[in-house]
């Protein structure tokens, strides 16, 4: 069974930079493509990023484009996520996912792709 844990989070002013982690577990973390997603308060659970099982391939929201980077490294199954310049609208729980299909990343914004959740990680952003 898989595991993700993400941390990272916590309390910043706007302008500001936060890294978050995710650590998989009890899986072929190399084989699958891993995602970020956010759910604000009183908001549905949206997209931020997504990398490819190699990390050739990144894809970003609109709303963190040139802000926020992902990265990973599969020697220490960890997916990580920068993000820079924050702003008060990127107040969230940021929840790291797997995807269900390994060596596949079509349909990267659909939460309904991704099979295994972290438990999530608070980013609280003052302005």
């Known amino acids: 069974q898989v595991q993700l844990v993400e941390s990272g989070g916590g309390l910043v002013q706007a302008g500001g930079s936060l890294r978050l982690s995710c650590v998989s577990s009890?899986?072929?973390?190399?084989?699958?493509?891993m995602g970020w997603f956010r759910q604000a308060p009183g908001k549905e659970r949206e997209f931020v990023t997504v990398i490819s099982w190699r990390g050739r391939s990144v894809y970003y929201a609109d709303s963190v484009q040139g802000r926020f980077t992902v990265s990973r490294d599969n020697a220490r199954n960890t997916v990580y996520l920068q993000m820079n310049s924050l702003k008060p609208e990127d107040t969230a729980i940021y929840y790291c996912?797997?995807?269900?299909?390994?060596?596949?990343?079509?349909?990267?914004?659909?939460?309904?792709?991704?099979?295994?959740w972290g438990q999530g990680t608070q980013v609280t952003v003052s302005s």
């Open positions: 009890g899986g072929t973390f190399s084989s699958y493509a």
């Open positions: 996912a797997q995807r269900e299909t390994p060596y596949e990343i079509s349909n990267y914004q659909n939460s309904l792709e991704y099979k295994y």
